[in-house]
């Protein structure tokens, strides 16, 4: 857990004590490699704070399965959709690995708005630093070849490519598991 705290710390501007009080309002959960955090259309009651582990986030379309994003320790899983506005879930979350995470319930999420006076300006901060995330992640699709998206992504994530099914890693980048095949060579 003091690697949640740590972690509390880098995202937001936090006394000793507001730390010490959100940490106590997250429970330990485990998963085994398969299990489902989250299945597309259910209502998503948490957000979890990876400690170990693999997940990644996924949809069906018509035509196949889409693996929108990969996380591993240190981050944060939720459809944030179903979280904050109380809609079915957009996204499946499955455990790639045996995990553990550190989650918080929508009512204890909602008291930290009570009891945390600048959770406000703490929370849009730490939004805004996801929508940072996804607007690198924007451009880079649009900017880069599938060679360069390919070696960006090795340099930011190696230890996944010896842990997590190259289909995935091929769909998170935007490309069949053949053009990863062809671009890693």
Known sequence: MSNFKAQLFQL???????ADFIVSKFTRESF??????LETEKQCDRLSFIESGYFRVFKWTEQKEVTQWIGGAGYFITDLSSYI???PALWSIEALSPAVVWSLSKSDYRQLEQEIPNWNVL???????CFMQLE???????????????KQYFEN???????VPLQYIASV??????TLSRVRR
């Open 12 to 18: 937001f501007e936090l006394s000793e004590d507001q």
């Open 32 to 37: 085994n490699k398969q299990e489902l955090f």
């Open 85 to 87: 506005f109380d809609q």
């Open 123 to 129: 929370e849009k901060r730490f939004i805004a630093k």
């Open 136 to 150: 690198n992640r924007i451009f880079n699709f649009i900017a880069l070849s599938a060679e360069e998206r390919y």
């Open 157 to 163: 994530n190696k230890e996944l490519f010896n842990q």
């Open 173 to 178: 980048l935007g490309m069949s598991p053949e």
